[in-house]
């Protein structure tokens, strides 16, 4: 069965970084777009960053971009997003998502259990 | 950005109701919708892709349809499990959700 656990969340600093890592198992991982969504209690569900299969494609909310960054081990079937330069907004339960399909605009048909990002001074 | 409008906020049904909730989008999004189920401290759930086509192992009480800016998700006899929150979400630009209506016991 697909299983999707994220790990990497903890408090830390406004203008600090954090890496989010998401490990894959049940399917074949190096043959679907990935994906990381946020929730927030206030903003609800927030897509935030996409990567195609094969990592050559990505895309980001304009909320994060050129502050986050996400990444694919496709031998290792995990999935990254570094967050940078963190901000007291970005703090929310971060999900990691399997697509369907190998990227484009397709919903997300497995979702991780979240890891809790806090942005606090 | 294509924004998405969800109604009721709130709704609050028995088991055995018929259960409505409407998603509206801010511009066409032909049939690039979905439907989720979130229950409180888990993950969303796939409940509905292509605005009307069932995910794997969704029960068949659960229907959608719509097309263009209007979608309706339809629970035909609420379940004791169904009492949840429900999000819909548009991929044909990106990917923006509702803001997500709750279903409640009466």
Redo the contacts between chains.
């Keep these: 069965q697909v299983q999707l656990v994220e790990s990497g969340g903890g408090v830390v600093q406004p203008g600090r970084s954090l890496r989010l890592s998401c490990a894959a198992s049940g399917f074949t991982f190096s043959s679907y777009g990935m994906?990381w969504?946020r929730q927030t209690p206030d903003k609800?569900?927030?897509?935030v960053a996409?990567i195609s299969y094969d990592g050559s494609n990505e895309?980001f909310?304009d909320s994060v971009k050129d502050r986050f960054t996400i990444s694919r081990d496709n031998s290792n079937n995990r999935l990254y997003l570094e967050l940078n330069n963190l901000r007291p907004e970005d703090t929310a339960v971060y999900?990691c998502a399997k697509g369907?399909g190998v990227y484009g605009?397709?919903?997300?048909?497995?979702?991780?259990?979240?890891t809790l990002v806090t942005v606090s001074s | 950005d294509i924004q998405m409008t969800q109604s009721p906020s709130t709704l609050s049904a028995s088991v055995g109701d018929r259960v409505t909730i409407t998603c509206r989008a801010s511009q066409g999004i032909s049939r690039?919708l979905?439907w989720y189920q979130q229950k409180q401290g888990?993950?969303?759930?796939?409940l509905i892709?292509e605005a009307s086509t069932l995910?794997?192992g969704v029960p068949s009480r659960f229907s959608g349809s719509g097309s263009g800016s209007e979608f309706t998700l339809i629970i035909s006899g609420l379940q004791p499990d169904d009492f949840a929150t429900y999000?819909c979400?548009q991929?044909?630009?990106?990917?923006?959700?509702?803001?997500?209506t709750k279903v409640e016991i009466k």
């Design positions: 994906h969504v609800g569900l927030e897509w996409s895309d909310a999900y369907v605009y397709r919903p997300q048909d497995y979702w991780g259990q979240g | 690039r979905a888990r993950a969303p759930k796939l892709y995910a794997s999000y979400q991929y044909n630009n990106y990917w923006t959700f509702g803001q997500g």
